[in-house]
């Protein structure tokens, strides 16, 4: 017996057109939708960052005062001895304060708070430094520089 064994061959490489896909039946709607993929959970939105404490425009001897371009804070503790900085916080804690007076040099010295400024009644006083608050401040209110 032959043992020989034959390959068999290739015929020549025609070009082929895409296999034709198999239709399958769809699932009969049972009246709700299929649940939506579950996608990772987005990153929360990035916070705001804080509101910048109220800026500072010193204007060395000048003085506000009643009838002289500011009127008292109401509650305000007038001239109480503090720091520069603890008189600014307090002004800060009060919507309508737009500036302080203290005497010039002197931290802690006396405290004044002011409302309702006329900058054109305040009078120029060696001795006394008007701190006011900028645009910056939380009220949004603006004085002038």
């Not at 109220?54 to 003085?63: D, G, K, Q, S």
């Not at 054109?120 to 401040?137: E, I, N, S």
Request: glycine content about 8%; hydrophobic content about 30%.
């Amino acid at each position: 017996p032959d043992t020989t064994t034959t390959r068999p061959t290739r015929g020549p490489m025609l070009p082929t057109s895409p296999p034709t896909p198999v239709p399958t039946s769809a699932p009969e709607s049972s009246g709700t939708a299929a649940p939506k993929p579950i996608s990772p959970t987005p990153a929360p939105p990035a916070r705001e960052p804080a509101p910048a404490p109220p800026a500072w425009v010193h204007h060395p001897a000048l003085n506000c005062y009643k009838g002289h371009g500011g009127e008292p804070v109401a509650g305000s503790n007038e001239g109480e001895t503090m720091s520069l900085a603890a008189c600014k916080a307090r002004c800060e804690r009060y919507d309508t304060c737009e500036l302080v007076v203290m005497p010039s040099g002197q931290d802690p010295g006396q405290c004044w708070l002011r409302e309702g400024v006329d900058f054109q009644a305040c009078l120029d006083w060696p001795g006394y430094d008007v701190w006011v608050r900028t645009a910056a401040a939380s009220d949004g209110s603006s004085a002038p520089a």
